[in-house]
């Protein structure tokens, strides 16, 4: 993906970095779409109550197999990149197809105490 607005970029960065500081409860949040020009597209935001969600990472996983693993591996790399801990979050939330609910159960087997939901419509049902 190409950077238009570099500079812009680095003051959210820096934003969100100072915003996600010491923030505790936070729900982690992906989705993959596939965009206009045909790429897979992955997004990963953690959100809190009452706040907007902060985008982690977005990664093209265009010519990459959606596995799994492959999605535990591109939110191990969001929160790295945003030095996020997963202690930090208290649920993981995605949407119901067999390869999110696979990396639900993935991600969190090494975070037991993050409540794992699915999203349906607009509301996110706790299983």
Known sequence: ????????EARVF???LLHL????????LMDGWEDAQKRSIYSSMAAEVSQFPIVLGLEELTGVRATADNLVEVTNRALAKMSVKPTSFIAACTDNPTTMQAFRKRWTAGHTWIIVCLTYGNECLVY
Do not use: F, S
Request: hydrophobic share 20%; net charge negative; aromatic share 10%.
């Open 1 to 8: 993906m190409e950077r238009y607005l570099p500079a812009e």
């Open 21 to 28: 500081e010491g923030r505790n409860n936070l729900t982690y």
């Open 14 to 16: 820096k934003e969100d």
